[in-house]
C-alpha cells in the first residue's frame, strides 16, 4: 500500500506542476500577436495522461504517465522562430516500484526534451530551416518505411501517435521550387537514434535473459554526421518523390559480444548505411493509393544461432509497401496495406526467408456525435505474428480527447510482435489542447 501511495503521490505532482504550467500556457496562448508589420507571436501546447495495466504474463501497470508539450512561435517577414518542449513523468515507478530494474525507473521516470526548435529565413529562392525539427519523407499507417530521416522513441514499441513517436533531428534542411518541383537538401551535423530504453523494460527488443552492454554511439565529429537530399514533383496527379540518404542508422545493431548460449551478452551500436528510395502517392477520388519502397545498404542482421562473436550477417534489402485509403461508413475510412522486405544477398543464417512478407487492416467509424471506433490489424504472412489494436475514442470538442483501448501481440517469440506476447494491455489516454 505503501508503493502505491507514494505513486499516487509522484503522480499528483507531476499532474500539479503541468497543469500549472499548461494553465499558463492556455491563458497566454489567446494572444496570437501581431507585433506590428509582418511580425506575430503565438502559444500552443498539450496535456495528456496516460494509463496502462499489462493482463498478460505477469498482471501489472506498466504506464502511469503525465506529459506536457509547450511551443511558442513567431518572427516576422524575412524571419521566422520556433521553440518547444516536452516534460514527462511517470508515475508507474512508485506504484510498482519493485517490478522495474533501476536502470529502467531511471531512464523512463522523469523526462525532459527539446522538441521542434529551429529558426526559418530565406536567401533568394531557397528557404532554410536550421534547429532541431522534424523531417518526414514518408508516412504510411502502423509502422516506418520510407521515413528514414526520423529518430522513434520505441519505449512504447510502435503504440504511440507517430507525432510523438517521432524524435526531431538537429539538422540544416534547404528547400528549392521550381514549379510543381520541390528539392531539399538536409545535413544532421548531431544525429539523434531510436530511444529502445533498458533491459527489462515493457518493450525492450532483446529476451529478458540476455545481458546487454552500454550503447554505443558515434561521437559528434564531422565524419559521423549524416546528410542527403530528396526531390519530388506532381505529374499528371501523381504525388512522386525520390531521395539518397546517407546515415549512421537510427536502429542499433546488436553485436554478439559474448555469454554463454543461456545467457548472451551483447552490445547496441549504429551502422553507416545508405538508403536509396522512392514515394507516390494519387488521389482517384474513390480512393487514395500510396507506396513507398527504400534500398538500404550497409546493415548487419543478427544471426539466428550465432556461434561465435559478431554473431551478425550483412544483407541488403528492399522494404516496401502498397496501400489504399477508402472512405467508408459514417465518415469513417478502411486502410489496406501490403509491405515486404526482400533480402539481395540472401543468407539464410539470419532465419528470415528471402522475402518476409506482412499486411494491416485499418478500419475507423464514427458511431455517434463525439465517438468513433478504430481498429488496426497488423500480421506478418510468412509466419504467425501480429498486432491487433481496437480503441473507442471520445473527442468532446476540438481540443478534449479521451482514448480507450487494448493493444494485443501474439506469435513467435522471436517475431516483430510475438515477442511481446506477455505485454498485452489494455490503456487509456486523455488529451487536452490549447
Known amino acids: 500500500m505503501h508503493c502505491v501511495n507514494q505513486g499516487l503521490r509522484h503522480f499528483a505532482v507531476a499532474f500539479s506542476v503541468m497543469a500549472c504550467c499548461g494553465a499558463a500556457a492556455a491563458a497566454d496562448d489567446e494572444l496570437d500577436l501581431d507585433l506590428g508589420e509582418g511580425s506575430s507571436f503565438s502559444r500552443g501546447g498539450f ?3 496516460d494509463m496502462a495495466r499489462t493482463y498478460a504474463g505477469k498482471d501489472h501497470w506498466s504506464m502511469a504517465r503525465a506529459r506536457a508539450e509547450l511551443s511558442a512561435k513567431g518572427g516576422n517577414d524575412s524571419l521566422k522562430w520556433k521553440i518547444s518542449g516536452r516534460a514527462d513523468a511517470d508515475a508507474v515507478f512508485g506504484i510498482d516500484s519493485g517490478f522495474y530494474p533501476d536502470a529502467v525507473r531511471r531512464d523512463q521516470q522523469y523526462q525532459f526534451d527539446f522538441r521542434e526548435t529551429y529558426i526559418d529565413f530565406s536567401a533568394g529562392d531557397v528557404d532554410f530551416r536550421i534547429g532541431r525539427q522534424h523531417i518526414v519523407w514518408g508516412e504510411m499507417v502502423g509502422l516506418f518505411f520510407a521515413d528514414v530521416v526520423s529518430a522513434r522513441d520505441l519505449r512504447s514499441f510502435y503504440l504511440p501517435d507517430f507525432e510523438q513517436l517521432r524524435i526531431p533531428q538537429w539538422a540544416a534542411r534547404a528547400e528549392y521550387y521550381f514549379g510543381e518541383t520541390h528539392a531539399e537538401l538536409v545535413w544532421i551535423p548531431v544525429p539523434s537514434y531510436d530511444r529502445i530504453g533498458k533491459p ?145 544477398d540472401y543468407n539464410p543464417a539470419t532465419g528470415f526467408e528471402r522475402t518476409e512478407g506482412g499486411a494491416s487492416v485499418l478500419v475507423g467509424t464514427r458511431l455517434a456525435k463525439a465517438w468513433e471506433a478504430e481498429a488496426l490489424y497488423v500480421s506478418m504472412l510468412n509466419r504467425n505474428d501480429y498486432m491487433f489494436r481496437p480503441k473507442l475514442i471520445w473527442a468532446a470538442n476540438k481540443s478534449t480527447r479521451v482514448v480507450f483501448g487494448v493493444d494485443a501481440f501474439g506469435g513467435s517469440s522471436t517475431g516483430l510482435f510475438g515477442r511481446y506476447a506477455d505485454r498485452d494491455r489494455v490503456y487509456t489516454e486523455a488529451r487536452w489542447s490549447f
Open 47 to 49: 496535456l495528456q495522461f
Open 200 to 344: 527489462g523494460a515493457e518493450f525492450y527488443p532483446l529476451p529478458r535473459n540476455a545481458k546487454v552492454l552500454g550503447e554505443v554511439k558515434p561521437d559528434n565529429s564531422p565524419e559521423n554526421s549524416n546528410w542527403g537530399g530528396r526531390v519530388s514533383r506532381l505529374v499528371g496527379g501523381w504525388d512522386l518523390s525520390a531521395f539518397y540518404y546517407r546515415s549512421l542508422d537510427v536502429a542499433q545493431t546488436f553485436y554478439l559480444t559474448g555469454g554463454t548460449p543461456l545467457q548472451p551478452e551483447f552490445q547496441p551500436r549504429h551502422e553507416r548505411i545508405t538508403q536509396v528510395g522512392g514515394t507516390l502517392a494519387k488521389d482517384f477520388g474513390d480512393f487514395v493509393l500510396k507506396g513507398e519502397a527504400v534500398h538500404s545498404r550497409g546493415r548487419k542482421f543478427s544471426a539466428a544461432n550465432p556461434v561465435a562473436p559478431p554473431g551478425l550477417v550483412d544483407q541488403d534489402t528492399i522494404d516496401y509497401v502498397a496501400g489504399v485509403d477508402i472512405p467508408a461508413f459514417n465518415d469513417g475510412r478502411v486502410n489496406l496495406q501490403y509491405f515486404a522486405r526482400r533480402m539481395l
